[in-house]
């Protein structure tokens, strides 16, 4: 994956890039991801703009909100399309 992301401001964009493997279980998905990007910050004792590398481990599980007992506790009738969450 090679993406340019803005930030929340939209003052820039940065590529950031690495592997994302997403992977269907039984009753969620699975997202493993490795993703590096560089950085540009502000030294706060000279104010000099510098690059930094950042580095980034994600793994994380995503369920179906039928599959959560309080979702058909809620409203049954959600239980034909669902989101994940």
Request: hydrophobic share 35%.
């Amino acid at each position: 994956m090679d993406e340019q992301i803005g930030l929340l401001d939209s003052s820039r964009k940065d590529l950031v890039s690495g592997e994302v493997r997403l992977l269907k279980t039984t009753r969620s998905i699975w997202v493993s991801a490795t993703l590096e990007s560089d950085v540009v910050n502000q030294c706060d004792r000279c104010l000099a703009p510098f690059s930094q590398t950042v580095h980034m481990d994600i793994e994380e599980e995503y369920f179906l909100l039928s599959t959560l007992p309080q979702a058909t506790e809620r409203n049954p009738k959600t239980l034909t399309k669902t989101p994940f969450i």
